[in-house]
């Protein structure tokens, strides 16, 4: 059984730092893009950033977190992460984790991810 879960959201302050995981089950972690969405009450499900399968090389961001967020994994415990720093009040929102198999398409749209976690909100005051 497939199971990704995420667990580090929270309620923080403009300016603060969080730092989002991802636990996988079910599947060959290694051989999966890994990725977070977001998505934000009545908006869209949107990209917030992506890491290749062998964790060593790509990784991509939303132009809205570069700078301040960054993504990893660690394959030999399955878990994938997301450290947001400088968070804004518009960084609120639903955070996902999402997995893709290797060579499915595009990392930046959500139709390409095989699997997704049940999400964990984050909240910025101002």
């Known amino acids: 059984q497939v199971q990704l879960v995420e667990s580090g959201g929270g309620l923080v302050q403009a300016g603060d730092s969080l730092r989002l995981s991802c636990a996988a089950s079910?599947?060959?972690?290694?051989?999966?893009?890994m990725a977070w969405f977001r998505q934000a009450p009545g908006k869209e499900r949107e990209f917030v950033a992506a890491?290749?399968?062998?964790?060593?090389?790509?990784?991509w961001y939303a132009d809205s977190v570069k700078g301040r967020s960054t993504i990893s994994r660690d394959n030999a415990k399955n878990t994938a992460d997301l450290q947001m720093n400088s968070l804004k009040p518009e960084d609120t929102a639903v955070y996902y984790c999402?997995?893709?198999?290797?060579?499915?398409?595009?990392?930046?749209?959500?139709?390409?991810?095989?699997?997704w976690g049940q999400g964990t909100q984050v909240t910025v005051s101002s």
């Open positions: 999402a997995a893709r198999q290797r060579f499915n398409g595009g990392v930046y749209d959500a139709k390409n991810y095989n699997y």
């Open positions: 079910g599947f060959t972690f290694r051989d999966y893009v």
């Open positions: 890491i290749n399968w062998n964790g060593g090389g790509s990784t």
